[in-house]
Antibody, heavy 118, light 108 residues
């Protein structure tokens, strides 16, 4: 079945960087975009951007421009999201999701909690 | 950026009741690219509806979506105990993708 499995929880200090992975299985990895969305505690969803696994092309939300980098490794069907210069308000669950022009985001990874604290 | 406003913020209902959730967009949603998700505590969102009114795989037919342009509705015809959760609308017709703030459906 189509599945996205993310890396485990992280605790980082302010100013550090974090890199979250998202391993895809059950479909052709290069056939669909991978989106990244985050959810702060008790809050709604915030779209961060996408990466095209085939070409490596990216599109980032303006809010994250200059701080986020989305990459992929097609040899292991894995996408990555790296966020730098972390602040306390970056504490959130970060999700990857497969993007489809018809169905939007399906499925989602299980989420990765990133805690930023001194 | 398209802003999605969901109402009400909280809906207090009993099992067996009908739930009607609203999602209003600040501008017309392109090509009816409007989806609904359900989220339970500690879980990732689950896609319910895409393209305004198409049910995702394995979603029961008590869930239905409707609307066009800037006004959209998710209806749960008869609430089951497992339906008490938070529901989000999301547009994917234009970048950036945006989400509504959510409607919590709680047990009355």
């Amino acid at each position: 079945q189509v599945q996205l499995v993310q890396s485990g929880a992280e605790v980082k200090k302010p100013g550090a960087s974090v890199k979250v992975s998202c391993k895809a299985s059950g479909y052709t990895f290069t056939g669909y975009y991978i989106h990244w969305v985050r959810q702060a505690p008790g809050q709604g969803f915030e779209w961060m951007g996408w990466v095209i696994p085939d070409s490596g092309g990216t599109n980032y939300a303006q809010k994250f421009q200059g701080r986020v980098t989305m990459t992929r490794d097609t040899s292991i069907s894995t996408a990555y999201m790296e966020l730098s210069r972390l602040r306390s308000d970056d504490t959130a669950v970060y999700y990857c999701a497969r993007g489809d022009v018809v169905t939007s985001l399906l499925p989602w990874g299980q989420g990765t909690l990133v805690t930023v604290s001194s | 950026e398209i802003v999605l406003t969901q109402s009400p913020g909280t809906l207090s209902l009993s099992p067996g009741d009908r739930a009607t959730l609203s999602c209003r967009a600040s501008q017309s949603v392109s090509s009816s690219y409007l989806a609904w998700y359900q989220q339970k505590p500690g879980q990732a969102p689950r896609l319910l509806i895409y393209g305004v009114s198409s049910r995702a795989t394995d979603i029961p037919d008590r869930f239905s979506g409707s609307g066009s342009g800037t006004d959209f509705t998710l209806t749960i015809s008869r609430l089951e105990p497992e339906d008490f959760a938070v529901y989000y609308c999301q547009q994917y017709g234009s970048s950036p993708l945006t989400f509504g703030g959510g409607t919590k459906v709680e047990i009355k």
